[in-house]
């Protein structure tokens, strides 16, 4: 079984070497390492350069920019192993990822293994969430309905860097997504959508064999047009709706998840970009924004949505809908509060 290892660079000089080590850690004899320079004009293009020039299982793509989507395809072109995994060139794989996941496909004879991640942040800390699934589980028939089903709840089967997938299926994906080549927010998703839909046999693994570096993030989010558009981008929703009726789930209890996802993300977008905000004005100016007019969504079917989130997230909608600047300060604070007396 030979692996291909994909990862997208873009302006990642200053981790990019511990990426790549971590990578490298762990490959056998025909694995190969593929690295696609996306018009870097920080120096990474050069190191990933001496890199190959010092390993010969790696190659190297140099394109004009054209974004992660549209570089990752491009890797997935070229891939010539069994099964490819993926990395983001500012994170890092798991010391035993390869090893694990050679030894979960073997025994599981999987099309795609789906693994979890740890989080690490600026003190050290590393977060590891609780499984998706029970561990060893496969899903084959209708049992993947599951997958689809958390797929249209939330995000955590969103990241390609959490699978490995059989590198027929992602070659075989000829959907043109040059129209979503600007994404920056759910295109992981996008590119899942063909191999998870078309595999016959999808295992899961609880292990975390990916680790996400919140490093150096600082503590202001800037909330400009460019990060507006992107928040407000209603592509990967509509994409994944038809996805839906793909999957033959239509039904009223399918869509209502898929509903309540959509509405959760946009709040939980909002508060993001509110709680970073460099002060009041700038957290007027999130508010400013109209947060769900624009979802695909009917009158009724958000207040049904709304109405079925949690309280915390009721109240947030409620707030951010009504744009009350100070109701919604006071509630972070009250719940920065809680958390330190908590800790």
Request: aromatic share 8%; net charge negative; glycine share 6%.
């Amino acid at each position: 079984m030979r692996f291909s290892i994909i990862i997208p660079i873009y302006n990642a000089a200053s981790r990019l070497c511990e990426c790549l080590d971590a990578a490298l850690y762990g490959m056998r004899a025909g694995d190969e390492l593929l690295l696609v320079d996306d018009g870097s004009t920080d120096g990474s293009g050069e190191i990933i350069d001496r890199y190959a020039a010092a390993h010969q299982q790696i190659r190297v793509i140099h394109t004009e920019n054209q974004g992660p989507l549209l570089a990752r395809r491009e890797g997935i072109r070229r891939a010539d192993g069994d099964f490819c995994l993926f990395s983001d060139a500012d994170d890092r794989m798991a010391e035993d990822c390869l090893s694990t996941v050679r030894e979960r496909l073997l025994a599981s004879d999987a099309d795609i293994l789906l693994y979890n991640y740890a989080v690490e942040s600026e003190d050290g800390a590393v977060r590891v969430p609780p499984p998706v699934f029970e561990d060893g589980r496969i899903f084959e028939g209708e049992e993947k309905r599951e997958i689809y089903l958390e797929i249209a709840a939330g995000w955590r089967l969103n990241s390609l860097c959490q699978k490995a997938v059989r590198t027929r299926l992602l070659q075989e994906d000829d959907t043109d997504l040059t129209a979503y080549a600007d994404m920056t927010l759910g295109e992981d998703l996008l590119a899942s959508l063909y191999p998870v839909t078309h595999a016959k046999r999808i295992a899961y693994c609880e292990k975390p064999l990916y680790r996400y570096l919140r490093l150096g993030g600082g503590l202001t989010r800037a909330f400009d047009e460019k990060q507006r558009r992107s928040a407000l981008d209603t592509r990967m929703p509509m994409m994944l709706r038809r996805c839906l009726a793909l999957w033959n789930m239509e039904d009223a209890a399918s869509l209502a998840v898929f509903h309540r996802r959509l509405l959760a993300a946009r709040i939980d977008d909002c508060m993001s970009f509110f709680r970073h905000a460099a002060d009041a004005d700038a957290q007027r100016g999130v508010l400013s924004t109209d947060w769900f007019s624009g979802l695909p969504l009917t009158a009724e079917e958000q207040r049904k949505a709304a109405a079925s989130l949690p309280l915390k997230q009721r109240v947030q909608y409620e707030l951010i809908r009504k744009r009350q600047t100070g109701l919604l300060r006071l509630l972070l604070r009250r719940g920065a509060n809680s958390a330190a007396v908590g800790s």
